[in-house]
């Protein structure tokens, strides 16, 4: 029947079980939700971080181009009115947009055409640029209006919720500005 304990006189049962309790599947299911939770999370900032380093090595590619044009042409590429490329802003749901599509090519009085920076397949952005001659005015981006200038932006709405993540970068500053780069 048992191990009787002989001063006390004690019997002593042994129980096995054959499943998991109620309380011990809770648990499980809580620390699945929870990891799940983590994962998503963590998912998200890293397709986020990719989009945005397609943004800021763009930009990188363009301030480049911009500064090797102003030593050969002694200006920025580029009118005050800006250059808007391409011509859709890239969502969730229609993806990336092809940058130089041939039914669809840069046209030729858009600066974009005239720098001739490309990306080398799609993007995620709609990339918007200016420049101006000293006097001009630069918006917002440009502090300096006295000497020649350019700034440059990527725009997207990741998660189409109307709130766009900007990252800009001008004449003036080496450095990527970043706004909402999450959204």
Known sequence: ???TDGEAGLQVRTRTTNGFTLVELMIVVVIIGVLSVLAITGYRKYTYAARNAEAVQFLGGVRAAQLAYYQANGVFCGSTSEAVWPRDLPSVDSG???WNDPADPIPANNAW???A???PGSVWFRYRMAAGRPGQDGGAAIRNSNRPWFWAQAN???DSNGVLSTFEVTSEKPEVYRHNENE
């Open 96 to 98: 990336k947009i092809r």
């Open 117 to 119: 920076v490309e990306s």
């Open 113 to 115: 055409h005239d720098l």
């Open 156 to 158: 997207g709405d990741f």
């Open 1 to 3: 029947m048992g191990v």
